[in-house]
């Protein structure tokens, strides 16, 4: 399984699945961040928490936990 936080700075992947369930999973889906989703890897914070990323033309920061369950495709 691919997660967000190994799409390099700069590359672009597509969501293929959002692991979890509950309220991590709305949440992210809230955001705006659903299956099918490209999703831009912008910055990297030096300890590897937030993840910047831009989502349907907005930047978007998340934490190691919501990038972990988010399966992405090439």
Known sequence: MKSLRDIPVGSSATVA??????A?????????ITK????????VA???DPVEVTVRGYELSL???DADILEMAD
Do not use: C
């Open 63 to 65: 934490r190691k936990q």
């Open 24 to 32: 991590l999973k709305k949440r992210i889906m809230d955001m705006g």
């Open 17 to 22: 699945k959002i692991h979890g369930e509950g």
């Open 36 to 43: 099918g989703t490209t999703i831009l890897v912008r910055k």
């Open 46 to 48: 030096p300890l590897g």
